[in-house]
Nanobody, 115 residues
Framework: QVQLVESGGGLVQAGGSLRLSCAAS????????MGWYRQAPEKQRELVAT???????NYADSVKGRFTISRDNAKNTVYLQMNSLKVEDTAVYYC?????????WGQGTQVTVSS
């Protein structure tokens, strides 16, 4: 089992920045992928960004150039730096841990961007 604890959500004005953190604990495999997904009201959950333990990253087109994902493998922690936030970035953001197609999810943290 893997437990994920997120922090860093909140309310910000459009154009502002937020940084999300997610700490993983439990049965952590040294080779894994962690990332962030989001779900807006009445919409499906969608990928935001992922990063492997080797540092390979993947971003949704909608956040490229604005969001940066990073991780500290020693702390089993992944971060999401969100800049130039837009109203349409408003959603619950979920941390994800993936090892061999077994997924674990955090409880989610609300990000609200006001106009």
């Amino acid at each position: 089992q893997v437990q994920l604890v997120e922090s860093g959500g909140g309310l910000v004005q459009a154009g502002g920045s937020l940084r999300l953190s997610c700490a993983a604990s439990g049965s952590i495999n040294r080779f894994n992928t962690m990332g962030w997904y989001r779900q807006a009201p009445e919409k499906q959950r969608e990928l935001v960004a992922t990063i492997t333990t080797g540092g390979s990253t993947n971003y949704a087109d909608s956040v490229k150039g604005r969001f940066t994902i990073s991780r500290d493998n020693a702390k089993n922690t992944v971060y999401l730096q969100m800049n130039s936030l837009k109203v349409e970035d408003t959603a619950v953001y979920y941390c994800n841990y993936n090892y061999r197609a077994v997924f674990y999810w955090g409880q989610g943290t609300q990000v609200t961007v006001s106009s």
